[in-house]
């Protein structure tokens, strides 16, 4: 197999940009990852990058190489694959990425459930509510809200999650009800943000009588994290705009109150996204079809009657 880890490494490399950050990727040291790289160079008898202290570029070779490697990595998997399906006896790392609110929600409850019916499958779960790059990050499964900017990725929508915009009444008694997203703009509301690094929008899309529009909000605060921006609307700060599902249990209690109800946001599309090269893996059918059943049920019990 060590052949077989020299490519993955150098594949890791290739698409991260980074030895780094391919040794992070691989669960091991940046010594490790070089000295994989190095081996292969010296298989191959030619310089598979050009390093410099600043930069890790790949030559022409490496290039070339990259899309052989890829292929040969692709059979490998796709001959286990048919092994577990031939056994039905599925194994291996499964690397699973969701937004923070899904992932807590959702996704980790029930990891311990997928993995007491396949124990030898082992699950790594990396959460942020940043736009996660699947093949990047070398995700074999992606719970995704909104829709994918990857045309490349395979995408199994789940359910439409409704959303909501609320606030604390206490905020709403100091500064008033908006009903609308004008009154959002109009009176300078304080709204709170989802806003993370190559975020693109910093407005609303909301439904009007005219049709779907753009509001341009303003507020004092802003995090990369949407519980955050929870727990700072019901502390009186602000208003937020979330899916109903993460903050169904304050909208029932009371905690939260929704505004501009004249105008509301659309639902967002909760989808299950995987690599192409991924959909024959057995492991990957096995969570998309365990997951997407807890996803949905679990999503239509907290938006119930709201």
């Not at 399906?85 to 929600?105: E, I, K, M, S, W």
């Amino acid at each position: 197999m060590s052949y077989v880890n020299n490519l993955k490494m150098f594949v890791r490399v290739y698409e991260l940009g980074s030895m780094s950050a391919a040794a992070r990727d691989q669960r091991t040291s940046p010594a490790v990852a070089s000295g994989r790289v190095a081996d292969l160079e010296k298989h191959l008898g030619v310089r598979l990058f050009n390093r410099t202290t600043r930069s890790l570029q790949p030559t022409e070779n490496g290039r070339i190489f990259y899309e052989g490697a890829l292929k040969v990595l692709q059979a490998i998997d796709d001959a286990e694959a048919a092994v577990a399906d031939a056994t039905q006896n599925p194994r291996g790392v499964l690397f699973v990425g969701a937004p923070l609110g899904v992932g807590r929600r959702f996704i980790a409850p029930n990891l311990p459930n997928f993995k007491a019916l396949y124990p030898q499958i082992e699950l790594r779960l990396r959460l942020s509510d940043r736009i996660l790059d699947v093949t990047s990050e070398g995700l074999d499964v992606a719970l995704h809200l909104g829709r994918p900017e990857d045309s490349g990725l395979k995408m199994r929508v789940i359910a439409e999650a409704p959303r909501v915009i609320c606030a604390a009444p206490a905020y709403i008694a100091r500064r008033g009800l908006p009903g609308d997203g004008a009154a959002l703009v109009r009176d300078g509301h304080a709204c709170l943000n989802l806003r993370y690094p190559g975020a693109k929008e910093f407005n609303w899309t909301l439904k009007t009588p005219a049709g779907l529009q753009k509001f341009d909000i303003s507020g004092p605060f802003e995090s990369d994290d949407g519980d955050v921006l929870t727990q700072w609307a019901l502390d009186g700060h602000g208003i937020v705009l979330k899916p109903v599902f993460e903050v169904a249990e304050h909208l029932r209690a009371g905690r939260l109150v929704p505004v501009a109800t004249a105008t509301p946001p659309l639902p967002v599309s909760l989808s299950i996204l995987t690599p192409h090269r991924r959909l024959r893996d057995p492991k990957v059918r096995l969570f998309s079809d365990f997951i997407a059943a807890r996803c949905k049920a679990a999503l239509e019990t907290l938006t119930r009657g709201l």
